[in-house]
């Protein structure tokens, strides 16, 4: 194997592959470690860099070499350290979406061994209800198959949407659904475009709200044929709390990416309507002054961030407030699963590959479903030479629809590296065309790079060429580019009106 090869191989899990059968090896050993010197005598919580939570009670572990062992500790959370590690998310053949995945350890195996339960945290950005903790096993071509379903421990945030589901559904389903308009809007993303205040307030009394002049309250009175919404002043408090914590967590677990996008929405129309009342106040006394020298601020002299009531949020950024709550009794590897079978939103469909190019014993074919931790290896079909399916030889896969997800085939050839990646959107029935081309270590690179994002990169304020922009209307113009594509700004910055489905991720 060539060195560029054997390094993209090592980065997309797939070195050691020498048959077209065999499963492409894990290569955990590409994920950082962390270490932990732990007394097994004391009560001890390790905290993870990623926002892990590890409970050790005194006694838990029993070591055969005094009171203190070293703990080693691996994190597998975003799908670009899924893939990067191989760790492909099936159990005994069948296809799994993982919440996310860890390994405890000590560094000497035969140094320890856990005697009681250890408590563990998984951070997770939303949770997806009947998710079950797998236990990882390693298999003969070294890779790890998850097996042993177990229950999670109950804890207070599953109870919390829980008690939320039931809420929504008794008072809110008959009008409203979370992602699709029915007698009243949708509700996704409500949680990033407004405050939990003006939320309680709307939905206690939106009568009052209206009342008190408020300009989104107002467009919605009269978009849904001026029919108000039901008063719910029994909702007020722990109820209301309960009903907004089960509506964004089903925002994220929907749309992740477009929770993001409407958070930033939110910020950069303040930052478009605060500017644009600055400039318009501007060019108005310059109109009334009929010609008058006026001297005219450059864009970067502006308050565009930290302005009042506007919060810039960072790009790329996904928040891990939720938590998967298990316990552990043995050392390992361990995942947070859920078959696709048990997902309602995922469907019987068809899905093949088509490989372009020769095919070899060491042509290697993957798909990734990033939003819900989906990495699949293909399989080469008997009687056609160059088609892969992931689960039955016909290629019947349960997926959800209309989901971005990538097809990667990876070979080498004359010592060079051949590689070729298609992005497709889910549907019922499809065969993915991927042509292998020469390449480098650079592709693999950018691709696992493009995951890392998860599909998603936005910032509220650009001001770039803010100091080559001179006069009024220049600013104007300038100051539009803040404002967020097919997004309604024009209730003053308070919330931004967004579609009633999910918008598509940028570049999909």
């Known amino acids: 194997m060539t060195k560029y090869l054997l390094y993209c191989l090592l ?11 065999e499963v492409p090896s894990s290569h955990t050993h590409l994920l950082p470690s962390q270490f932990f010197n732990i007394d097994t005598r004391t009560d001890t919580v390790l905290k993870t860099t ?3 939570s590890i409970y050790i009670k005194a006694g838990a572990i029993n070591t055969t070499t005094g009171h203190t062992v070293a703990l080693e500790v691996k ?3 975003t799908i670009a350290d899924i893939v990067r590690a191989g760790l492909y998310t099936r159990s005994n053949g069948q296809p799994l979406s993982s919440g996310g995945m860890i390994y405890i350890a000590p560094i000497n195996k035969l140094d320890a061994a856990v005697v009681k339960p250890i408590g563990v945290k998984l951070p997770a950005p939303f949770i997806t209800k009947g998710m079950q903790l797998f236990k990882g096993e390693y298999t003969k071509d ?5 097996t042993d379903p177990q229950d999670l421990v109950p804890d207070e945030e599953t109870a919390l949407l829980s008690a939320g589901q039931t809420i929504f559904q008794q008072n809110c389903s008959p009008c409203h659904a979370i992602d699709k308009r029915l007698t009243g809007p949708a509700l996704l993303h409500t949680t990033a475009r407004h405050s939990f205040q003006w939320l309680e307030d709307y939905i206690v009394n939106n009568a009052a709200v209206m009342a008190r002049g408020d300009c989104y309250a107002n467009q919605l009175f009269e978009e849904y044929n001026k029919v108000a919404m039901t008063l719910y002043p029994g909702l007020k408090g722990a109820p209301m709390h309960e009903l ?3 509506i964004e967590n089903e925002s994220k677990r929907i749309d992740l990416a477009g929770y993001e996008r409407a958070g930033h929405a939110v910020d950069s129309c303040a930052a478009y309507l605060r500017v644009l009342k600055k400039l318009q106040h501007q060019k108005d006394s310059l109109l009334l002054d009929n010609g008058k020298s006026v001297t005219v ?4 002299t502006l308050p565009l961030e930290n302005g009042p009531g506007f ?5 790329e950024s996904v928040t891990y407030n939720s938590y998967y709550n298990f316990e552990i009794n043995t050392f ?4 947070i699963d859920l078959l696709l079978d048990g997902k309602p939103e995922y469907v019987k469909s068809m899905l093949t590959v088509r490989i372009t190019g020769t095919i070899t014993e060491n042509t290697k074919v993957f798909m990734v479903i990033p939003q819900d931790k989906v990495y699949l290896f293909g399989v080469l079909h008997e009687a056609n030479n160059n088609e892969y399916y992931f689960l039955t030889p016909d290629g019947q896969i349960p997926l959800p629809q209309r989901r971005k997800a990538y097809v990667i085939a990876a070979d080498e050839s004359e010592d060079a590296l051949l590689f070729g990646t298609t992005v497709f959107e889910t549907s019922l029935s499809q065969q993915v065309n991927v042509t292998l081309a020469p390449s480098d270590k650079d592709a693999f690179n950018r691709f696992t790079q493009q995951l890392e994002g998860t599909g998603f990169s936005l910032k509220a304020v650009d001001t770039k060429n803010a100091k080559d922009i001179r006069g009024l209307d220049s600013l104007l113009n300038a100051a539009a580019a803040l404002k967020p594509v097919g997004v309604d700004c024009g209730c003053g910055g308070d919330t931004a009106r967004w579609p009633d489905t999910p918008a598509p991720a940028p570049g999909k």
Request: proline share 3%; charged share 20%; with cysteine.
């Open 11 to 21: 980065l997309l899990g797939c070195m050691a592959c020498n048959n077209r059968s």
């Open 50 to 52: 990623k926002g892990a």
């Open 75 to 77: 994190e597998a959370y």
């Open 142 to 146: 070294s890779s790890i198959n998850w």
């Open 244 to 246: 907004l914590a089960y």
């Open 297 to 300: 601020q450059n864009r970067d």
């Open 311 to 315: 919060k810039v949020r960072p790009a």
């Open 332 to 335: 390992g590897w361990f995942n």
